[in-house]
């Protein structure tokens, strides 16, 4: 597509509480070439500000290029997008701004990790922001202690010498330095060990929670989905297939089996209750939660 012909909306009527807006967002890689292919077809979603939105779908269904164009890493083609009230469908977008409003965390962050010690790779993005050394270093320390290490203990070590999951927690601290309204994470807890996927989902849903930040997670772990997310979206050939509740979502096991994803333990427990006429909140969605609303059925039923 060329410039001439590219898409903008002048009269747009965005949700007052959205987060992110797109409407009929479309994007092709190798335009006009052998090789094109259309990534996004007519993408229409609202997420809204303090919302928890897990993206799922398998390689090559667009969730990737999706969450790219939320800070511009990929620029909108054709369709319009709206980041936080800022249009960045048009031809100059103010990077800056949109950039200090929405962090991305890739997956295996801690492999961005360069700087000598924490605390400078920490800094890094707010240096270049232009925030001055004092201020720099105090939002440096509650960052990392934000994430749960002790500021004076590892802000001289070098990010190298942490472990697995001190090093992904230094990174998110880098993203979180900055104060986020957004955070993007794709495949957060990638690589980590059990305790480690824990420490680190228990942090976001905290900021999700406690902090107001509007969370948007790319995962494969449909477990993770099921117990975090307040909706999920799911992409399959370019577009968005569904979007729902989590509970919602995975009582389609048939469909979503289909779409080679896998139905939580615990939702698929569920479903078998409902079938068997013993229906739960479906706000329980942990295994402590769904045991307790268990165990309230069964006293229920004896008295």
């Known amino acids: 597509m060329s410039k001439s012909e590219k898409v903008t909306y002048s009269s747009v009527t965005v949700p007052e509480n959205a987060a992110i807006f797109a409407q009929n967002l479309d994007f092709t890689y190798n335009p006009k070439s ?17 919302e928890f ?20 890493l990929i620029r909108v083609q054709k369709g319009y997008l709206n980041v936080l009230g800022q249009d960045i469908s048009i031809k100059k977008p103010d990077l800056k701004a949109l950039r200090q409003k929405i962090g991305m965390v890739f997956q295996y962050p801690e492999y961005q990790l360069f700087a000598d010690t924490v605390l400078a790779d920490v800094c890094f993005g707010l240096k270049n922001f232009g925030v001055d050394k004092d201020k720099r270093e105090q939002m440096a320390k509650d960052a990392l202690e934000l ?3 002790e500021f004076d203990k590892i802000k ?6 942490l472990s697995g999951g001190e090093k992904r927690r230094v990174a998110l601290a880098g993203v979180l330095a900055m104060k986020p309204q957004i955070l993007v994470m794709d ?3 990638a690589g980590l060990d059990p305790r480690g996927k824990t420490e680190i989902l228990t942090l976001v849903k905290k900021l999700n929670r ?7 997670m790319v995962s494969h772990d449909m477990n993770e989905v099921y ?15 569904y979007d729902r ?4 979502l995975f009582k389609l096991e048939k469909e979503i089996e289909a779409m080679n994803l896998e139905v939580p333990s615990m939702a698929a427990f569920c479903n078998e209750l409902e079938r068997r006429g013993f229906v739960i909140d479906e706000n329980c969605k942990t295994v402590d939660e769904v045991f307790a609303a268990v165990m309230a059925l069964k006293e229920a039923s004896d008295v």
């Open 34 to 50: 052998p090789f094109a292919k259309r990534a996004l077809k007519d993408v229409t979603v609202t997420v809204n500000k303090g």
């Open 53 to 72: 939105v897990a993206i799922v779908g398998h390689t090559g269904s667009g969730k990737t290029t999706f969450v790219q164009h939320l800070n511009a």
């Open 147 to 149: 994430v749960g290490l």
């Open 156 to 161: 001289e070590k070098s990010p190298f010498d």
């Open 187 to 189: 495949e957060p807890t």
């Open 210 to 216: 406690e902090n107001g930040v509007t969370v948007i």
């Open 227 to 241: 117990e975090n997310a307040d909706r999920v979206l799911v992409f399959g050939d370019g577009a968005i297939v």
């Open 245 to 248: 509740t989590p509970r919602e």
